[in-house]
């Protein structure tokens, strides 16, 4: 704890801590208040794969890649589909306009003075419908962080950890905000419980019992809590259902449980305003951590673009619901068969060449800079062991040596229709005729091609095309896709200081947020869709204009 701080800091997350930092360069005093425990300083992100969102940076230009500031705009724009702009979008486009020409000018080097790294090949995520301005990353943007999240907060907690070595920071961990507190029409502090002590480890849910109470005034409060991942009860009562279809009976979470979105209605009933609350963020391809660390823990596949991809009812999806193409797209699809689940098939050569599994938990030799495994892992053959380890262990995958007995194990994990195996053979051998010749009608095939052109997929992430029924490529795999909750793209209104906005358009004095609770930024600087490799770089800039701001402003 600290006595009169000039800041409170809500949520100790990467955010918080972004803003933490630069109000400890400008000399301010800064309490961080956190309902968890020490262990999970850093918050979501350190759970993270660490991709962060660069344009025309150093790595791309070495790959071949030609990037710029207008096509990173126009994919942005593009995807985001603002279409509130005099009113919740007010603010959060003026947002994205502002993070892209951070990320293509001093983003990199702001984070490369702190000691960020980042690996050489780079990766190309969400890459899109069907038009050259409409959603997608044009090129290959995703920067891989060596060290992945733990680095990504590292970099912030380091320097934070000193001043409270200083004095000049203090944590009080454990302690719960439920109010605001609100005098003279400004935000000048904070009330809250004291939660009872705590050593789960990292990620595992803690103790809700309260034994005790509190109250801190500062000059100024930065809301920094995260999102609203692990609260389904708020998904299913803002789930977008004309846009994406009814919201998933079965969900699983990519978030730990403290991810509960309560600051965002207690900013609400202090008078700051909530934007967006449709605009989320989910993914299509989560699986059942078979090692599970918080409930319902779910792991994504990022996949490359090989595998097939079915509905529940057995039918190949189509464009541009790929692999790694257009989530909000492949949802739409998936939920519009009544089930909430879909399957990949694929064969061992995909997934030792194309499979990666989000979280700093499943990539030990990034996550630990550690060059002599990343090449064993990464480049000999077989798939990394976290992979091969949810082949044999997860509750989503089934092996077989023809696809008989694929289609019969897939069957018995299936939570709706039985998969017709005569009819899913005759769309497996129709793809593959098409593997035959260099020519191909099929839109899958092509998009394969295009990526193969571009040299970091063809040496990391795009399988040689080859059949999907050559036993030489075998055994088949079969995998049930579930839909995994993430992230919140809507949220508090901010202004480019990070200052709250209330209902009236005016901006809240003493009030700010910062990071996934502010939607980013702005109340959703992503708009309807992510480019990925941008909720990293959200929280730092969000994080970085808020402690700046305070910093200039604060006497």
């Given at each position: ?352 060449k194309e499979f990666a599994l989000s979280g700093s938990e499943q990539n030990p030799d990034i996550t630990g800079k550690d060059l002599k495994l990343t090449f064993k892992s990464r480049v000999a053959k077989g798939a990394p062991g976290p992979i091969e380890a949810f082949k044999k262990h997860g509750s989503d995958f089934v092996v077989a040596d023809n696809l ?26 129709a793809r593959d005729r098409d593997v035959e010749h260099k020519f191909s009608k099929d839109a899958q095939l092509m998009a394969i091609g295009n990526a193969r052109r571009y040299l970091g997929d063809k040496l990391g992430r ?94």
């Amino acid at each position: 704890m600290i006595d009169n701080p000039d800041v409170i800091v809500v949520g100790a997350g990467l955010a918080g801590l972004v803003a933490t930092h630069e109000l400890v360069k400008a000399g301010k005093r800064v309490l961080i208040l956190d309902q968890e425990n020490r262990a999970n300083l850093g918050g979501q992100a350190f759970w993270s794969l660490g991709g962060l969102f660069f344009v025309d940076s150093p790595e791309q230009r070495r790959l071949g890649v030609k990037d710029s500031l207008e096509l990173a705009l126009q994919d942005w724009m593009g995807s985001a589909g603002f279409d509130r702009e005099e009113d919740e979008d007010l603010w959060a486009k003026q947002w994205a306009r502002a993070y892209v020409e951070f990320a293509a000018s001093e983003k990199r080097d702001y984070l490369h003075e702190l000691g960020l790294r980042v690996t050489p090949l780079v990766g190309w995520a969400e890459r899109g419908g069907e038009s050259a301005d409409g959603h997608g990353n044009s090129v290959p943007r995703f920067h891989l962080t060596w060290g992945t999240g733990p680095e990504v907060v590292r970099v912030f907690q380091e320097p934070v950890l000193a001043a409270e070595a200083r004095g000049q920071v203090g944590f009080a961990f454990r302690h719960r905000v439920d109010e605001l507190i609100v005098e003279d029409d400004a935000v000048v502090g904070v009330r809250g419980g004291v939660l009872e002590a705590s050593e789960a480890e990292r990620g595992v849910a803690s103790s809700r019992t309260v034994v005790g109470e509190f109250e801190i005034r500062a000059k100024a409060v930065i809301v920094s809590s995260g999102g609203i991942g692990h609260n389904h009860e708020l998904i299913r009562r803002n789930w977008p259902t004309e846009r994406l279809g009814p919201c998933p009976e079965h969900m699983i979470s990519g978030v730990p449980a403290h991810v509960d979105g309560r600051m965002l209605g207690i900013t609400e009933q202090a008078g700051g305003r909530i934007v967006n609350r449709d605009r989320m963020w989910h993914y299509t391809e989560g699986i059942h951590n078979w090692d599970p660390i918080w409930p319902d823990h779910a792991i994504r596949i990022i996949p490359g673009p090989s595998s097939l991809w079915f509905d529940a009812n057995g039918k190949r999806m189509t464009a541009p619901a790929f692999p790694g193409f257009d989530t909000n797209a492949t949802m739409k699809q998936i939920l519009a068969t009544g089930y909430d689940y879909s399957w990949f098939i694929l064969t061992q050569s995909i997934i030792e060449k194309e499979f990666a599994l989000s979280g700093s938990e499943q990539n030990p030799d990034i996550t630990g800079k550690d060059l002599k495994l990343t090449f064993k892992s990464r480049v000999a053959k077989g798939a990394p062991g976290p992979i091969e380890a949810f082949k044999k262990h997860g509750s989503d995958f089934v092996v077989a040596d023809n696809l008989a007995e694929l289609i019969a194990g897939m069957n018995k994990i299936s939570r709706g229709p039985q998969l017709d195996a005569a009819d899913i053979e005759r769309q497996i051998v129709a793809r593959d005729r098409d593997v035959e010749h260099k020519f191909s009608k099929d839109a899958q095939l092509m998009a394969i091609g295009n990526a193969r052109r571009y040299l970091g997929d063809k040496l990391g992430r795009v399988a040689t095309p080859h059949k999907i029924l050559d036993p030489a490529h075998g055994p088949l795999i079969g995998v049930r896709l579930n839909i995994l909750s993430r992230k919140t793209l809507g949220g508090l209104q901010t202004n480019l200081d990070s200052q709250v906005i209330r209902p009236d358009g005016s901006a809240f004095p003493g009030l700010y947020a910062a990071g996934e609770v502010a939607g980013f930024g702005g109340g959703g600087v992503h708009g309807y869709n992510a480019l990925e490799g941008t909720f990293l770089g959200g929280c730092i800039f969000s994080g970085r204009a808020a402690g700046r701001a305070l910093g200039r402003s604060l006497k």
